[in-house]
């Protein structure tokens, strides 16, 4: 119990040094670069919840993020903006406007309610069959988002979002979201569910609800998944149904996977890891096609190395960076034994 | 051929009255008994279990014997809802538990073990017992008080914080009694506990598990392939072959049946 509040302390402190570390360096890439990385460990540390513990691959938790993002936008969007942004708005809509700390907890709201309604019989599914409703049900939520115009414009650009994400306030969020997923994690249900994920059959002989624990699991993960969204929102400002779609999907799994899906530090570390490979590869590719070198431009680099570094991480180290103990763990385990051999 | 050589070394070795006879059992306030009563099952077509009926009242060690295919870990299995049943009924006291799932036989206080151990490999030791615990309702202080009572109890204290990947086999099958533990059954099914372990691992389980009956007032159920262990634990056996019972009684009694000798050293050994 003692190495969770470890755990927790040092993965604020590493929010925090990104946090400070960038708004010293004083770079305006860097502090868009750094509040991005802290949107995508709201995400990826909100994956967690679900797919760590229950060991579940789920496909569907972007479009729980895209519905946070136009929750959030119609209930901020100001009302004389409406009629440009949203010319298709249900009539009684267009005067709402509330703060957007309010629609913050009403994206994750929102998002929570619908993965309850709609998840509930996907549970008992397990393996592939789960995967594949997981992702059946990104195509559903990408595909309402892009035709129910009235309430996301359509596949057309929403604009008119007030920008009221900043450092402060993503790391902040960060911060909640690692303490969260750390609780849920060593809650009842937290410690039941990674039971199931290791072995079904034996956590079913112990008296185990199963889909139950999962269908929890799975709606924090909506909840928090709608306030990375929310706030991913009022960060761009404006933005498509497309950017809930595949591409982010696959960023988000790759982070996770490659940190360690079944720890909270793991979610932490893969995505700062996979943030800056990202970064440094499309600058490589960037200054690459720059120089004009070879015969033509050089596209789709980064994909490719991200990719290839998934299936390398999945042979040498299939549990990711930290498979099982969270790092608080390791440190209070590695003293203990000095302090036996002394 | 080696199993026929234990028995046959069980039937010589061992003899007179088990340990641990169940001197308590007057003194249990409210005996409960599982009841199989005339059960089958069947795999397509193959009849695992033919009208089996089978007793264990708490406070009671009952051994569950018979070759290898006998159907021994398929009747645990249909206890336990893993398996559905062909006909027949199973009670626990005024519970009827044929029909019900894994889930709700546990809640109605049956635990098993396995044959092949299935603990939860990436959580620590402590967090496999202690999840036995929650499931069954426990609060979250009294889950871990009772984790750790049963890990000092069970000499696991010291292993506590390791992951079950990284036990020894003798280890593991400790844990998964724990973990069954964790969740104070009132009858317990254990599937070749004693598999696996060396000598002075065996003889410390039998001393655990004779006292099991006594301390925590739970039926004890076990199907074991060690002879030795089994004639010295259990009150009482119960010897399948090819999905019947062939015998039942104490240890004495199954040990001289003509149907059990004749099922492990085969036909016309009776008369020898």
């Known amino acids: 119990m ?59 938790h972007i479009g729980f993020m895209g519905l946070g993002a136009y929750t959030s936008a119609v209930l901020t969007i100001p009302s004389q903006m409406k009629g440009m942004a949203l010319p298709d708005l249900y009539g009684f809509m267009k005067v709402v406007e509330i703060s957007p700390l309010l629609a913050l907890f009403a994206a994750g709201a929102l998002a929570a309610v619908v993965a309850a309604v709609i998840s509930y019989p996907l549970m008992r599914l397990s393996d592939a069959a789960s995967v594949i409703t997981s992702f059946a049900l990104l195509v559903v939520l990408y595909t309402v988002m892009n035709n129910w115009s009235a309430f996301t414009n359509g596949p057309r650009t929403l604009f008119g979002l007030p920008k009221t994400t900043d450092m402060p306030v993503a790391a902040i969020v960060a911060s909640i979201v690692v303490v969260v997923a750390l609780v849920f994690k060593e809650s009842r249900t937290g410690k039941l569910l990674r039971a199931s ?88 590719e960037g200054a690459l096609n720059a120089t004009s070198f070879g015969a033509g431009q050089v596209v789709g680099l980064t994909e490719i190395v991200l990719a290839l570094a998934m299936i390398a991480v999945m042979i040498v180290r299939p549990g990711g960076l930290f498979p099982n103990r969270e790092i608080g763990h390791i440190l209070t385990r590695t003293r203990r034994k000095k302090e036996i051999v002394a | 051929m080696a199993q026929a050589g234990i028995l046959a070394e069980a039937l010589i070795g061992h003899s007179g009255r088990p340990q641990g006879r169940p001197h308590h059992l007057g003194k249990v306030m409210s005996e409960t008994r599982l009841a199989v009563n ?39 299995n249909a206890i336990t809802g893993q398996v559905k049943l062909a006909s027949g009924t199973i009670t626990a006291g005024s519970t009827t538990l044929s029909g019900l799932s894994p889930r709700e036989v546990a809640l109605a206080g049956v635990s098993r073990s396995f044959q092949i151990v299935r603990l939860f490999n990436t959580m ?31 000499g696991l204290a010291a292993k506590a914080d390791e ?38 691992e065996t003889e410390a389980l039998l001393h655990t598990l004779a006292e099991l009956p006594g301390k925590r007032g739970l039926g004890l159920l076990i199907i074991d392939h060690d002879m030795g262990l089994i004639m010295r634990l259990c009150h009482r056996l119960h010897v399948l072959a090819s999905g019947r019972t062939i015998a039942e009684g104490d240890a004495a009694h199954v040990r001289s049946h003509p149907a059990v000798i004749e099922a492990y050293l085969g036909k016309g050994a009776a008369h020898a």
């Open chain 2, 163 to 200: 992951l079950g990947e990284n036990l020894s086999y003798g280890d593991k099958r400790r844990v998964e009694i724990a973990r069954a533990l964790a969740a104070e059954p009132l009858f317990l099914l254990l599937d070749e506990p004693a598999a696996g372990m060396n000598d002075a």
């Open chain 1, 197 to 284: 994920r290791e072995d079904e059959v034996a956590a079913a002989a112990l008296g185990a609800d199963i889909p139950q624990l999962r269908w929890r699991a799975f709606i924090l993960a909506a909840f928090i998944a709608g306030i990375g969204g929310a706030l991913w929102g009022h960060f761009i400002t404006s933005f498509a149904p497309k950017a809930f779609y595949l591409k982010e999907t696959f960023l988000i799994i790759t982070m996770l996977v490659i940190g360690g899906a079944n720890t909270v530090t793991g979610a932490v570390a893969g995505t700062i890891l996979i943030t800056f490979a990202y970064e440094a590869l499309r600058g490589t």
């Open chain 2, 124 to 154: 620590t030791v402590f967090e496999n017992v202690e999840a036995a615990a929650l499931a069954k309702g426990a609060s979250r202080t009294i889950a871990a008080q009772r984790t750790q009572n049963l890990l000092d109890e069970l």
């Open chain 2, 38 to 76: 005339a059960v089958s099952v069947e795999f397509t077509g193959l009849r695992a279990l033919d009208h089996v009926s089978l007793s264990l009242a708490t406070g009671e060690v009952v051994g569950l014997i018979g070759p290898n295919g006998s159907g021994k870990t398929t009747l645990i």
């Open chain 1, 2 to 60: 003692k190495h969770s509040y470890v755990t927790a302390l040092i993965l604020i402190g590493v929010i925090a040094a990104i946090a400070i570390g960038s708004q010293l360096l004083g770079i305006r890439l860097y502090d868009r670069i750094s509040t991005n990385l802290l949107i995508s460990l709201v995400l990826v540390v909100g994956l967690q919840t679900f797919m760590g513990n229950s060991g579940l691959l789920s496909f569907a």
